[in-house]
């Protein structure tokens, strides 16, 4: 299973940091990748639905600053019941730490939103702020969980729901038209790297 030794998660997070830089460079280059963006983009408006769209809306605001709050609160209370007072501090580090990531990224590349968006909204699109934290909040539950139980089925349904959570919640992006693919790309390796990192040096924390 995924993430299962020290030197496979070691492994994971440099994949992710290296993939990051990568999808960056092709970014900043305008090479082959903002072609496929452009493609993705184009054929992804052409297939909304007006009955979907209103549920895809309410997914990805799942996923915003309300979202991850209430959902924050409730976690940061739930773990504080169960005094896993380390857990609490992983969980806030991978949350606060995503949201301050992905904001410097996009103010240092500072790149347009597609044209193709169905949402009013503001700022830079990369990286995706919301597939960054998705993936770092999801992963951090996956390794909080996980160190609660020896069953490996439950560790499997606890690693596939937070990966499918995180898919989940890039698609939306896109659907929405408010993100290119590559911003969720880089916001998945991102997320990913800041929870890795995270979760290799708070195995060294008493």
């Known amino acids: 299973m995924m993430f299962e030794n020290?030197?496979?998660l070691t492994l994971v997070n440099l994949f992710s940091l290296v993939f990051f830089v990568a999808i960056l460079v092709s970014v900043r280059s305008h090479s082959f990748l903002t072609r496929i963006?452009?493609?993705?983009s184009l054929h992804m408006s052409s297939l909304r639905m007006d009955w979907l769209t209103p549920w895809v809306?309410?997914?990805t605001d799942m996923n915003g600053f309300v979202g991850v709050a209430i959902f924050s609160f409730i976690t940061i209370l739930l773990f504080w019941r169960k005094e896993w007072y380390s857990d609490i501090g992983l969980f806030v580090m991978a949350t606060l730490g995503s949201a301050g990531l992905f904001s410097g990224v996009k103010f240092l590349v500072e790149r347009a939103r597609p044209d193709t968006a169905i949402l009013e909204i503001g700022g830079y699109s990369f990286p995706s702020g919301h597939t960054t934290m998705a993936t770092a909040m999801a992963f951090a539950c996956y390794f909080i969980l996980k160190g609660k139980t020896d069953s490996k089925l439950l560790h499997t349904?606890?690693?596939w729901a937070a990966f499918g959570w995180t898919v989940l919640i890039a698609t939306t992006r896109i659907y929405l038209g408010v993100h290119w693919f590559s911003d969720v790309l880089g916001g998945f390796s991102l997320g990913l790297f800041w929870i890795t990192l995270l979760r290799l040096v708070w195995k060294r924390v008493p």
Not at 37 to 40: G, N
């Open 157 to 159: 349904i606890l690693f």
């Open 6 to 8: 020290r030197k496979l």
């Open 37 to 40: 963006d452009s493609w993705i």
């Open 57 to 59: 809306k309410a997914v």
